[in-house]
């Protein structure tokens, strides 16, 4: 037999993919992506050239029309500078509030995003339920704010949400807040009121790419939003590191 070598650890990028975060969707598929794309150009207070359109959702994304997958480096990236903000805005004592349109997976990233505002010195928003809401269509549900995070309930689950019910009301019942990190519409309901965004979003929210200034009002992290917890633990950890590794000594033993 000939000797036996270990498999390198896997990286990131890779346990990413494996794990669906990041690569090819299970949907939407590739003809309905495109439309997403057409839809967002055309829908933009400016519309937005087609061509132009695909190169923002692509420099985002890493996504073309030939091969709508969205790339791992472009992911951890963005998560990179999605930490380095939070912690930048939460050292000035700001409000910074959260909310999550799909809490079945994305519960845990949130939940770990408000305690790193609050431990950064940040004021994050947090209240009790609200009145009764119809939400999409349902009566009888309102917002519960989970440790910081504000999401849709029926008194007993937690509730995914589409339309922008919850989102509004959300944005009036909280202070102005300097910074927002949502996904669906609670992202697109901060970005129509001008306040600066972190959004986790998929290319089925491919219209956050397409039209804006991602550099002053909306930090994109691409990733799709339909996993379970427990696979975006592995970006959230790698993310965070960089928050909580302490600073690199000088020769005389001081940091800088």
């Not at 990286?11 to 997403?36: C, D, K, M, N």
């Not at 004592?93 to 790193?116: E, F």
Request: proline share 6%; aromatic share 4%; charged share 25%.
């Amino acid at each position: 037999m000939g000797q036996q070598t270990d498999s390198p650890p896997a990286t990131l990028q890779e346990t990413l993919e494996r794990l669906h975060v990041t690569g090819r969707g299970s949907a939407p598929g590739r003809s309905e992506i495109r439309r997403l794309v057409e839809r967002a150009a055309t829908e933009r207070d400016l519309a937005v050239r087609l061509d132009d359109a695909w190169a923002e959702v692509e420099a985002v994304y890493g996504a073309t029309h030939a091969d709508p997958r969205i790339d791992g480096d472009r992911t951890i990236s963005a998560a990179r500078q999605a930490v380095s903000r939070i912690v930048d805005v939460a050292g000035t004592g700001a409000h910074i509030s959260l909310a999550t349109s799909r809490p079945a997976s994305l519960i845990t990233v949130y939940l770990a995003l408000a305690r790193l505002a609050r431990i950064s010195g940040g004021d994050v928003a947090d209240d009790e339920d609200s009145a009764p809401l119809r939400v999409d269509g349902r009566s009888a549900r309102g917002l519960r704010w989970v440790d910081g995070v504000a999401t849709v309930t029926d008194g007993e689950s937690l509730c995914a949400t589409r339309g922008l019910d919850a989102p509004l009301e959300w944005l009036f019942l909280v202070p102005r807040p300097a910074l927002v990190i949502a996904d669906g519409p609670y992202a697109d309901a901060a970005l129509d009121a001008g306040i600066d965004v972190i959004a986790l979003g998929g290319l089925e929210h491919c219209s956050l790419a397409v039209g804006r200034k991602r550099g002053r009002d909306c930090l994109v992290v691409p990733l799709w939003t339909d996993r379970s917890p427990a696979a975006y633990r592995p970006l959230i950890e790698v993310a965070l590191a960089a928050a909580v590794e302490p600073p690199e000594l000088n020769p005389n033993g001081t940091g800088g």
